[in-house]
């Protein structure tokens, strides 16, 4: 992954820090003293049941929420660092935010511009071919199926090169070889120095995957395992576990 903290107002970092993190809505508290660390270069998951935090603590990263308690850290930044810190993160969720009658390229195209993005045209081809889509760069987004679409909308969360990759549920609705072709991807990008964090149900996918887990139950940690292994029979022990006995 390229450098771009040289651009004006921009910021890099290495790691991402969560420390103590709560966050409730109301009454209702939806992330309890959740603590973990995600270095450059690995793929964190978050895994969990319905309703058990997974998409409050991906926006909380994203800077979409702020918790209640606790706090963040980008490297040396905090979320205080506004549209510079902004510019390192890209999210990836269950809205894919394409226009549809719009094409690949312009899509790309204008989420380039966005960002500001030198040669906003050429970094859209280049994504269109990492992408694999480089023959369609003109067919309208409406015409692509699920699986193409989701890959026009991870270059879309690539467009401007961020450090944090955050990723809500990236498999859901891919077929088998979608699925391998984004697992190739986020392994790429691992291999480049992007920091990744996936909240995901699809423990078959994410076997292959991971370099940690952080299993969450009721918005608490349930435990944080490294290199996990057998990740369904791991995830059914710790879901069934004593949350005061979780953490690993």
Do not use: C, W
């Amino acid at each position: 992954m390229s450098d771009e903290s040289s651009r004006p107002n921009a910021l890099d970092f290495t790691d991402i820090s969560v420390e103590e993190v709560s966050r409730s809505f109301g009454r209702r508290r939806a992330l309890s003293r959740v603590t973990f660390r995600a270095a450059q270069g690995e793929i964190l998951g978050i895994l969990g049941p319905n309703g058990a935090g997974k998409s409050t603590l991906l926006a909380i990263l994203a800077t979409l929420l702020r918790p209640t308690s606790g706090r963040v850290r980008y490297g040396g930044a905090t979320d205080t660092q506004g549209a510079a810190l902004r510019a390192r993160i890209g999210v990836l969720g269950h809205d894919l935010f394409l226009y549809p009658e719009l094409t690949a390229r312009e899509n790309l195209e204008f989420f380039a511009g966005l960002h500001a993005v030198a040669e906003p045209a050429h970094a859209a081809d280049e994504a269109l071919e990492r992408a694999g889509l480089g023959t369609r760069a003109d067919d309208p987004v409406s015409t692509f199926s699920r699986g193409m679409r989701q890959r026009v909308a991870l270059e879309r969360a690539l467009i401007h090169q961020p450090r944090l990759l955050l990723l809500d549920e990236p498999f859901t609705g891919l077929d088998d070889a979608s699925a391998s072709a984004l697992v190739a991807r986020l392994r790429e990008l691992r291999r480049t120095g992007a920091i990744l964090v996936i909240a995901t149900h699809d423990l078959e996918i994410a076997d292959r995957l991971l370099d940690h887990a952080l299993f969450l139950r009721d918005g608490r940690p349930a435990a944080s395992i490294a290199q996990p292994e057998r990740l369904r029979t791991t995830y059914q022990e710790v879901m069934t576990r004593p949350l005061d006995g979780g953490g690993a």
